[in-house]
């Protein structure tokens, strides 16, 4: 897909972009095996079970999910397994948890970066959910009704008891993720206290109440958010309410007014200015909109990460664009913190 994609809304007047991207010739995923019936250790926990395995390669598993939560009989997961990976459940493996963007799927991490060279001498056991194309990590309030999707759930709970039954996944773990995924990484963590060890967030949507110096501008937190919705084709009040007349519910879901409870662990947090940089080629226009407004988040949300004494590894390294090669430097920048950690 296009690296932008532009919603004009008549009655907010401003433009949204979504939040992920896929660099030209990014390869395409190898030819998938036949899918393998699902183990029986790996079926029911809960009401969410496995109902189907599809072997990429030697380390990549594909797993279907049929999930309540989420109300899809179909939802995919990807691991990456870590050598010497077995389904024994006597021995379990760190979790590394890697979240994508809007408007992509679990595929986006293997397709864009090398994270399978680089945990592939690692003995963690890497976790790729599908998060929506605009589902922003949440359980949807669906204007107080609730139900699907809830992607909490799904992640937190559903996922979580799946993987621990049958695919070794063991208690330390670790979270990260790209733009709408840093969102979801910084908010999970802070949500969930004591569930994971550390969190990174690259070009994450961290504020996601910020506005600017005029109000309302339509290059705000709650103009990307719901832009974003509206592009995916999604009510955007559907999510967390109208900003507006709802502001607790947006706060209970924000890194910047979660961030008292982020400061147990250690953090990761990177954005670029919106400039073209290393990456791109010359003549490449500036990003007028979202990476520049990640920029403002990120630093609002260390400094306040700051105020509450929490352990924040921040790099705001100006000219970058948002877009695949900055957030695979990035998570190799963080992969030590993470790692540590996770105790690998």
Known sequence: MDRRRFLTGAAAAASAVALTATPAGAAAPPARR?????????????????????????????????????????VKVRLLLP?????NPARTWPVLYLLHGAGDDY???????????????????????????AGFYSDWWNHGFGGAPAWETFHLVELVRIL????????????????????????????????????????????TTYTGP???????????????LQVEGFDPDALWGDPAVDPGRWAAHNPYDLA?????????????????GP???????????????????????????HQVGANITANLYGPGIHNWPYWE????????????????
Request: hydrophobic share 40%.
């Open 34 to 74: 036949k899918a393998k019936p699902a183990r029986r250790a790996a079926g029911t926990f809960g009401d969410a079970r496995v109902v189907a395995e599809t072997y990429v390669d030697a380390r990549t598993l594909d797993l279907t999910i049929d999930s309540p939560a989420l109300a899809d009989p179909a």
């Open 83 to 87: 050598p010497g990976w077995t389904p």
């Open 107 to 133: 595929s986006s991490w293997t397709r864009s970066t090398d994270v399978a060279a680089l945990t592939q001498d690692t003995g963690v056991l890497v976790v790729m959910p599908t998060g929506g194309r």
């Open 164 to 207: 621990e039954g049958g695919y070794g996944a063991g208690p330390r773990r670790v979270i990260a993720g790209l733009s709408m995924g840093g969102f979801g990484a910084m908010s999970y963590a802070a949500r969930h206290p004591g569930m994971f060890r550390a969190a990174a967030a690259y070009s994450g949507v961290v504020h």
């Open 214 to 228: 005029h109000d309302p501008s339509p290059f705000d937190g709650p103009a990307l958010v719901r832009g974003t």
């Open 260 to 276: 008292y409870l982020l400061k147990d662990i250690p953090l990761y947090a990177s954005s670029g200015n919106g400039q073209p």
């Open 279 to 305: 990456f791109e080629p010359p003549g490449t226009p500036a990003d007028p909109n979202i990476e520049p407004l990640i920029e403002i988040m990120t630093e609002a949300f260390v400094d306040r990460l």
């Open 329 to 344: 430097r990035e998570l190799h920048a963080s992969f030590p913190l993470l790692m540590n950690a996770a105790g690998v």
